[in-house]
């Protein structure tokens, strides 16, 4: 199942400006299916989806002379004189795609939206080799109103706030607990039985706490 996420109405807009999209955050928020919502929006061909978790992936922006890169593109099918995006999924694996994207999108104009886990990184990184040429956004858990949203519940807008109802009251009461006692990982919301979600929960803190994606203080 799609899940909906507030963030892609925010970047389709910038899909035509010339400014790379970073998006970043938590393991298992959810960013790997919102950029192929985004690739799957666009309408045009001359599109390519890369995975750099993949070592072979990786190969293709390890070169040194960066049209290279832009060769191996093409290879791909990607025709770099014409109006063409470039979707790029755990690019933290390649610590020197920041300068190969800078100079990519400035000598030919190829569009990137990129996704990546470590935020220290992609901040640091990208704040220096893309300053003015980028717009960064951090994707976070579900929050309620996609949450809702994903539950086929009715949206909160659409309820009366002046005349509430005992059955609007049990209604969203049943979901507020669920959100405040599983969270808003996807993948935890998506599981069909609450021992699943027991299991699910633990095994994402569990998760998190072993790569360091949350600390304990």
Same mark, same amino acid.
């Given at each position: 199942?799609?899940?909906?996420?507030?963030?892609?109405?925010?970047?389709?807009?910038?899909?035509?400006?010339?400014?790379?999209? !970073?998006?970043?955050?938590?393991?298992? !928020?959810?960013?790997?299916?919102?950029?192929?919502?985004?690739?799957?929006?666009?309408? /045009?061909?001359?599109?390519? =989806?890369?995975? $750099?978790?993949?070592?072979? #992936?990786?190969?293709?922006?390890?070169?040194?002379?960066?049209?290279?890169?832009?060769? #191996?593109?093409?290879?791909?099918?990607?025709?770099?004189?014409?109006?063409? =995006?470039?979707? $790029?999924?755990?690019?933290?694996?390649?610590?020197?795609?920041?300068?190969?994207?800078?100079?990519?999108?400035?000598? =030919?104009?190829?569009? *990137? @939206?990129?996704?990546?886990?470590? /935020?220290?990184?992609?901040?640091?990184?990208?704040?220096? /080799?893309? +300053?003015?040429?980028?717009?960064?956004?951090?994707?976070?858990?579900?929050? *309620?109103?996609? &949450?809702?949203?994903?539950?086929?519940?009715?949206?909160?807008?659409? @309820?009366?706030?002046?005349?509430?109802?005992? /059955?609007? &009251?049990?209604?969203?009461?049943?979901? !507020?607990?669920?959100?405040?006692? =599983? %969270?808003? *990982?996807?993948?935890?919301?998506?599981?069909?039985?609450? #021992?699943?979600?027991?299991?699910? +929960?633990?095994?994402? @803190?569990? &998760?998190?706490?072993?790569? %360091?994606?949350? +600390? !304990?203080?």
């Amino acid at each position: 199942m799609i899940i909906q996420r507030d963030l892609f109405s925010t970047i389709l807009p910038l899909l035509d400006s010339p400014e790379t999209i !970073v998006i970043t955050g938590m393991r298992r !928020v959810g960013k790997t299916t919102l950029l192929k919502s985004i690739f799957d929006h666009i309408s /045009s061909e001359n599109k390519i =989806y890369l995975d $750099l978790e993949n070592p072979r #992936n990786q190969i293709y922006f390890q070169e040194k002379d960066y049209d290279v890169i832009k060769k #191996n593109l093409e290879l791909m099918g990607l025709k770099s004189k014409e109006p063409c =995006y470039v979707f $790029l999924d755990e690019i933290q694996w390649v610590k020197q795609l920041p300068s190969a994207v800078k100079y990519l999108m400035d000598t =030919y104009k190829i569009k *990137f @939206i990129l996704t990546g886990s470590s /935020s220290f990184y992609l901040k640091n990184q990208f704040s220096e /080799s893309l +300053a003015g040429r980028k717009f960064i956004f951090e994707l976070y858990p579900l929050n *309620f109103s996609e &949450f809702l949203r994903i539950k086929q519940a009715p949206p909160l807008q659409n @309820i009366s706030h002046e005349s509430p109802t005992l /059955s609007m &009251f049990t209604t969203y009461q049943t979901y !507020v607990d669920e959100y405040l006692k =599983y %969270g808003g *990982f996807p993948g935890v919301v998506l599981k069909p039985t609450e #021992n699943e979600k027991k299991g699910g +929960a633990r095994r994402y @803190i569990y &998760f998190l706490l072993s790569t %360091g994606s949350i +600390a !304990v203080k």
